[in-house]
């Protein structure tokens, strides 16, 4: 494993939602980046603010903020936890997750992480193997590079451009 | 998504919880749920406090004055959140650099050409107008200057306003085009009409990150939020002439809908209202969008033009202005 490949993490370091956004699409990333961002007015998004807000109610539910870049739902003693809306995009949600066990591993902090999934009545468990690590430290290094491009990288159609609060944006 | 309000009477506009009042001299009130409301226009004389304009700001809603003759006024327009210092540092770039500036401005000329010769097109006895309006974009991509490329879109101008007396039936005619003050019903009119397709442009600039005072036809100075006026002049003939085409000659607005002032003819009351129906009707309608494959309204149209410039901008896609291809 090449878990000991140093990297520069203070200079890669970036928010969840980019890590996140770089599975999704590198366009949305960039131009997200850039403060080119589309009004929220979308249902989904609202009711993703609602499911975060009142679906752990009865759980002492403690969001943190690290170093402005890092925004957990919720943290426990040994896990931390996501919540997310739908597994339409499970991957970007794990990368994302993956990506916050990294950052307090970095602090000294060792966690779990878990998604759960409450309108599927789901859970997923998720561990920062050395894999795991590598697989961050090559989409922070990918992020990087993207944002330093000078324009949004080209268009390219996804199975959920449509969806996307982007797409009038990009396809119009 | 809201739409827009149109509010005539005299009176008093107030927020009560997550309601706007508006309440008119006679005390009889009408509640509007502020998930409602896209835009507000102002043409009454309305009273109004911070309270509400706190809430319009924190709604993200916003609202454009008119004066006594029905020409705009000014607007408030919240606290901007949709920055990007990105895109103003791009969009101050293609202003100063002449070639990248005329690109954009030639653009604007190409569009709003387009829309003219399409509308009259529509007429008969309009042909002598469309040549005239070819030959002088054909001029216009020939010119290296935004001073000439103005004047020749002020001369293609003056042959479509030529050709409303054409157009036009049921006694409206013009003789010059005349802005201010408007002499006769048919330059109030076409004022009225300019107002509101600037105020419209100038809310969907706002829901994007563009920055509305730096354009590229207009001189920057020239007005406050001159990049309205610069999209504007692609959805002047696409969207406001032809209702006044419908209005006039369906005898739909008459005369009596105009007032007169010293040396100011303006529409009246009953004549804005008119408009504005007609107006609001043509903006929301809607049409296949060729690429989205969506249905789109007119006003989305004009978002979407303000999409394609921020392309253009941010090196993605070359901007070619929007023509009606149906
Ligand atoms: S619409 Fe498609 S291409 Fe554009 S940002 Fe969204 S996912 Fe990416």
Redesign the pocket.
């Given at each position: 494993m090449n878990a000991n490949i140093d990297i520069d993490f203070n200079n890669l370091k970036t928010t969840g939602i980019k890590v996140n956004y770089l599975y999704?699409?590198?366009?949305?990333l960039w131009?997200f980046d850039r403060g080119i961002q589309m009004e929220s007015r979308s249902d989904k998004v609202l009711m993703g603010k609602l499911l975060g807000d009142n679906s752990y109610l009865r759980e002492d539910k403690k969001e943190i903020l690290i170093d402005n870049l890092i925004n957990i739902d919720i943290v426990g003693d040994d896990e931390i936890r996501e919540v997310k809306y739908s597994n339409r995009l499970a991957h970007a949600d794990r990368i994302q997750i993956l990506y916050y066990l990294y950052y307090l591993k970095q602090l000294g902090i060792e966690k779990r992480g878990v998604i759960n999934y409450p309108k599927m009545r789901k859970r997923e468990e998720i561990a920062l193997t050395s894999e795991a690590e590598r697989e961050v430290e090559i989409a922070l290094m990918r992020v990087k590079e993207i944002l330093m491009l000078n324009k949004p990288p080209q268009?390219?159609?996804?199975p959920?451009?449509?969806k996307?609060?982007?797409?009038e944006?990009?396809?119009g | 998504m809201g739409r827009p309000y149109y509010i005539f009477s005299n009176g008093r506009i107030k927020r009560k919880e997550n309601t706007v009042y508006i309440e008119n001299e006679n005390g009889d009130k009408k509640a509007i749920p502020v998930e409602d409301i896209d835009t507000i226009h102002l043409y009454g004389e309305v009273d109004l406090n911070t309270k509400l304009l706190n809430f319009l700001s924190q709604q993200n809603k916003i609202v454009h004055v008119y004066n006594y003759y029905g020409f705009y006024a000014g607007s408030f327009m919240p606290r901007d959140r949709n920055v990007s210092g990105e895109l103003t540092v791009r969009q101050v770039e293609h202003y100063l650099d002449p070639e990248r500036r005329f690109f954009i401005a030639f653009s604007f000329v190409e569009g709003a050409m387009f829309h003219m010769i399409r509308n009259l097109r529509e007429y008969k006895d309009t042909l002598e107008f469309q040549e005239k309006i070819k030959t002088e974009l054909a001029n216009a991509s020939e010119t290296k200057s935004i001073n000439e490329l103005m004047g020749c879109e002020g001369r293609a101008r003056d042959a479509y306003y030529q050709a409303f007396n054409t157009i036009l039936n049921n006694g409206f005619s013009i003789e010059k085009r005349e802005k201010r003050p408007p002499g006769n019903p048919v330059n109030a009119l076409i004022s009225f009409a300019n107002s509101m397709i600037y105020s419209t442009v100038l809310s969907e600039i706002y829901h994007t990150q563009l920055n509305p005072t730096i354009s590229y036809l207009h001189e920057p100075r020239e007005r406050r939020y001159s990049l309205s006026l610069d999209i504007a002049e692609i959805f002047k003939p696409l969207i406001a002439d032809p209702v006044i085409f419908k209005l006039v000659n369906n005898n739909m607005i008459r005369l009596e809908d105009f007032d007169e002032d010293v040396n100011c003819c303006y529409m009246n009351e009953t004549g804005r209202k008119k408009f504005l129906k007609e107006f609001d009707q043509k903006l929301t309608t809607t049409i296949k969008h060729r690429k989205l494959k969506r249905n789109v309204s007119y006003r989305t149209l004009i978002r979407l033009e303000c999409y394609k410039l921020i392309k253009h901008l941010i090196g993605d896609e070359l901007y070619t202005p929007f023509k009606a291809w149906w």
């Open positions: 999704v699409c590198e366009r949305k131009l268009l390219q159609r996804k959920y451009c449509t996307c609060a982007y797409y944006f990009c396809w | -």
